[in-house]
């Protein structure tokens, strides 16, 4: 049986390197890794590789990976994906260039992309390697989203044994629309979960500055996330007091927006994309650069 012939673009970069790290050890792969930053270079010399050049690389790849950052890949797409042959699989590790259209048409193609959802928070592991492994990938199993951007099942079977493959342990394949990935992120995930996450950083580092003791605010911040997380993702059993509740509902009075779910709308997904893919953030009270609105 002959080999799948994969190119890693951006094999020496973080990501990069996970998924080599997951590939190499698979006969049913052979690599071909392409870098042009030193750094990357020298990362991938540590595991006993060299990159080769991109048009070499692609030349006659089933697989291109693309493991790059988001504010790039559409430019690169643009040149890469006319070098390709027909059948070629184009995988990417984010909905964002997909959503935001940044990939040049060509109908003979495939365009795959997947992510991550990492451990999840209510797991309990074993071993102190599973737990200290808060992305997942590496000792941690978790679950993976799929999308199939255009292309043939056959071409969504491919990108999914390889998503399995490259992010390992897997518990779970989840198949969804780019829209929908981009509803998990950059929506739910990132604008609202880690502005809502650093929010709570933030507010430990004011109890500080009020004069608690750091390690007191620690223990009681730490204990106070999981509690309420527990409780209002139904795993346990115990509803929130009254007066929880009621200082609760003057929080959100405080600090959050009557209107936020907007953040949700195919006009506001396009303009979060549109930041993550450009990678400027604008002025406060600018109009939002206008961008593809693709229905989730």
Not at 142 to 158: K, N, R
Request: with cysteine.
């Amino acid at each position: 049986m002959s080999k799948t012939k994969i190119a890693l673009v951006g094999a020496g970069g973080k990501m990069g390197c996970r998924i080599l790290d997951h590939l190499a050890p698979n006969a049913d792969y052979a690599l071909s890794c392409v870098e042009t930053s030193a750094p990357g270079q020298a990362n991938l010399a540590r595991r006993g590789w060299s990159a080769r050049p991109l048009d070499a690389a692609v030349a006659d790849a089933d697989v291109v990976i693309l493991a790059l950052p988001d504010r790039v890949l559409g430019a690169l797409a643009t040149e890469l994906v006319p070098r390709l042959r027909a059948g070629c699989l184009v995988v990417l590790l984010d909905p964002a260039a997909a959503f935001a259209r940044q990939l040049p048409p060509r109908a003979d193609i495939g365009y795959f992309v997947s992510h991550p959802c990492h451990p999840s928070v209510f797991d309990h592991f074993e071993t102190q390697l599973e737990r200290d492994d808060f992305f997942g990938g590496t000792h941690a199993a978790h679950a993976i989203v799929c999308a199939l951007e255009q292309g043939t099942e056959e071409h969504y079977a491919l990108g999914e044994r390889l998503a399995r493959a490259f992010y390992a342990p897997v518990t779970r394949s989840h198949r969804l629309t780019v829209g929908q990935m981009a509803i998990l992120e950059p929506a739910m995930a990132e604008t609202c979960g880690i502005a809502l996450i650093t929010l709570l950083r933030e507010a430990l580092e004011e109890a500080v500055r009020c004069g608690v003791p750091r390690a007191a605010a620690e223990d009681f911040m730490y204990g106070h996330i999981k509690v309420p997380l527990g409780i209002a993702f139904n795993r346990v059993q115990f509803p929130f007091s009254d007066g929880a509740r009621l200082v609760a509902e003057f929080g959100r009075r405080q600090l959050i927006r009557p209107d936020w779910k907007k953040v949700f709308t195919p006009e506001s997904l396009a303009e979060q994309v549109n930041i993550i893919v450009n990678g400027v953030l604008p002025a406060a009270g600018a109009e939002p650069v206008p961008t593809p609105t693709p229905t989730p």
